[in-house]
């Protein structure tokens, strides 16, 4: 779906920064809807798009290197505000005649390099500033220095080593900001972004779930009409939206597929299914426990299991749409930071993550539906609520597809599939009763493949040991272990060693990522 109802965009063009993404969410988190294209999006697409106003994001790179991202000149003759971002604003100024140069190279630049947080001080006299205190601390993290800015450009605030933290052309609506007004350590920052937007670029705030949802709602009809619609359906926050938003939009003429590979946690496919029950929707579940297991016996290494997971989940899905006949359509539950595309490419894979709701490369359907493409994941959950999915399935922690197969080090076993889940759902249960669940991101057990001597009663026990996993973390690329309360470990530790038979022993993980990955495998 595209942004068809004439509401407001605002363009992001992505130089490569690290907070590509945040920008767009900061943006979003005012109501105005916006997009993040890579820089290299052409003049007419540009024009095409009839954004209200641009933002360049930081990046890498030094704008006076000669390969390094540059605009299109005519971009500053459209009439569209723009605000310049860290290396946006030096682009500002390399563009329009200003001077950027390496801030040590540079006698009066020589100590301008500034990292991490600054006392500044702001000309709240403009409207980007307006209403803010003159005072306050901005997040830097800029290696060069604009030893002039450009003519019409007034400084719009400074640091006690930096005299153009930020440059301001009124007339034109070009703002430049060398710190970075989307991270949190920036005070006030998102208040810099809710100016630039209401204030220059005359947003109105039109971008709210409800809105999104009706849109959304009638869209797929029209595009649907008397079509037929297969969903894989994993349990997951985004195929279960994107389930619901069908389910509303086609009742039955939505297919939805849940293949249950015997690897999911304690009570899952009932929870799922309970969900969907007020919908009139074709709800499938395929128990495909055996089969899983079959093929992944003896198996241990962990790129062999997801890739075997992934494999036969297909054949599954494939089997199971057979049955229902033609369908045109094939949904998918992708979410918007899946279809950015970086301005600067691919960072490298650790993981092959094998997504269960994947494209099989048979599939001989009309077209494919991706209805939550535009929205990011905090979006995605609040259209879930808007919905009416129970707040279980929406604020779910996210579950990787292959599963507890991937939580089982070594060799997987019905038994052992069994004493995780037991152990797993316990650990859950202690977190959610002490109010844990929404301050750790994800958090799980994991069964070794350790055995080790202990005492139970008055015999020896030689059994498993389970280790949990608890993690904070924004964005799963980089996490922190979580600082869960000795109290509540104690529990669970207590709970799964009682409990759960086979387990007589339970740690804790305390590495971070990196070096670990947040999964065991
Ligand atoms: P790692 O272990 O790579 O995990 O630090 C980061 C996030 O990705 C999830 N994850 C997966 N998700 N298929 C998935 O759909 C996979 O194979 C997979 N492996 C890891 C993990 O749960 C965490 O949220």
Redesign the pocket.
Known sequence: MANSSQRQLVLILDFGGQYNQLIARRVRECKVYCEVKSYTISIEEIQAMRPIGIIFTGGPNSVYLPDSPKADPRIFQLGIPILGICYGCQLLAYHLGGRVVDAQEDPAGASAREYGKTETLFDTSIRLFSGLPEKGVSWMSHGDYMAKAPDGFSLAAHSAVCPNVAIADESRGFYGVQFHPEVNHTENGIKMIHNFLYQVCGAVGDWTMEDYCKIAVRELREKIGDGRVLLALSG?VDSSVAAALLAEAVGNQLTCVFVDHGLMRKNEGDEVEAAFAKWNLNFVRVDAETRFLLKLAGVDEPEHK?KIIGEEFIRVFEEESKKIGRVEYLAQGTIYPDVIESGLGDAAV???????GGLPDYVDFKEILEPLRLLFKDEVRELGRELGLPDYLVMR??????GLA?RIIGDITKEKADMLREADAIFREEMAAAGQDRLVN?YFAALTNMRSVGVMGDGRTYDYAVALRGVTTSD??T?DWARIPYEVLDRVSVRIVNEVPGVNRVFYDITS?PP??????
Request: avoid cysteine.
């Open positions: 997951g997801r650790i993981k092959s993550h094998h997504n269960v922690q996210p579950f990787p597809g292959p991937i994800q799963f690329m996490a990522k670990a990955t947040v999964e065991l495998e």
